[in-house]
């Protein structure tokens, strides 16, 4: 085996469930993969479509971590390419970092392929734009502490005092929690919380509601896992209206490189310091 090609481990964002929001990248390394593991409870297997002809198929979900990494460095040691295939993005949430420390180790390459967030694929199918000019230009994503603890200076109510926009995973089981820190935050009964349940996928189902009633609803809809919370003011449908805010990107009256601004009463149509 010695100076036997080693392989490369690829750490893949499948997206948030629907199979066609995953990277033209993705999909080619999971088609041209040997070994291909997957997060069954979360990854649609829609795309695991178009494997080669002899491409093994290991699922994730039962796994400890030892086991997941004997099987990719034997892999890899073997000249094989494989993909590790995680739900929405391997930034966020992914455990990668226990993963490629271990392959460093090893001496076996690694990649992160970067997938949508289940974050913005429940924005989407809210029609909602997370940083709205003059609302909020600040996302937070986070999680309720439960089981895993935050770090100092994370705690939910801390982050809330920004009054942005919160994206919260894994934490549909602890929306109570959610909701009372919220309301310590000073955040008011009125402001608007949606749930995503299975963003994209063809069972998703979404709450629209508000910190006074999220929890309630959340329990009448029976999501208690598998969904994206969104918090904030952004969330407000009635900013969508003619003549709601505004960003300066297409305001006639500013001017950037690309474009001259259009002088009028009381504007300066000089060029963006």
């Avoid at 198929?57 to 590790?84: C, D, P, Y």
């Avoid at 230009?137 to 603890?149: H, K, M, N, Y």
């Avoid at 995503?196 to 996928?201: E, L, N, S």
Wanted: aromatic share 4%; hydrophobic share 45%; net charge neutral.
């Amino acid at each position: 085996m010695s100076g036997a090609p080693v392989g490369k481990v690829y750490f893949i964002g499948a997206g948030p469930g629907d199979p066609e929001l995953i990277t033209v990248k993705g999909r080619r390394l999971i088609e041209e993969a040997d070994l291909i593991l997957y997060t069954d409870s979360l990854v649609n297997p829609e795309v695991l479509r178009g494997v080669k002809p002899g491409a093994r198929i290991e699922k994730s979900a039962g796994m400890t971590l030892e086991e997941i990494l004997e099987m990719m460095i034997g892999a890899a040691r073997r000249g094989e390419r494989v993909a590790r295939v995680h739900t929405g993005d391997p930034a966020v949430f992914g455990a990668v970092m226990e993963q490629a420390a271990e392959l460093e180790a090893a001496g076996v390459p690694w990649e992160i392929v970067p997938g949508v967030s289940s974050a913005f694929a429940a924005a989407a199918v809210l029609g909602a734009e997370l940083t709205v000019p003059e609302v909020t230009q600040t996302v937070i994503l986070t999680r309720a502490e439960g089981r895993t603890p935050v770090p100092d200076g994370e705690k939910l109510t801390a982050l809330a005092r920004h009054r942005c926009s919160l994206a919260l995973f894994l934490s549909a089981g602890l929306i109570d929690r959610v909701q009372e820190a919220l309301k310590a935050a000073g955040w008011g009964p009125e402001v608007p919380v949606a749930a995503v349940y299975k963003a994209t996928w063809p069972d998703e189902v979404i709450v629209r509601s508000t910190l006074g009633r999220i929890a309630e609803d959340m329990r009448d809809a029976g999501i208690r896992s598998h969904a994206v919370i969104l918090a904030g003011p952004a969330l407000d449908p009635g900013l969508r209206r003619p003549g709601g805010p505004r960003s300066k990107l297409y305001d006639k009256t500013f001017a950037h490189r690309y474009r001259r601004a259009v002088k009028g009463p009381g504007t300066a149509g000089g060029e963006e310091p």
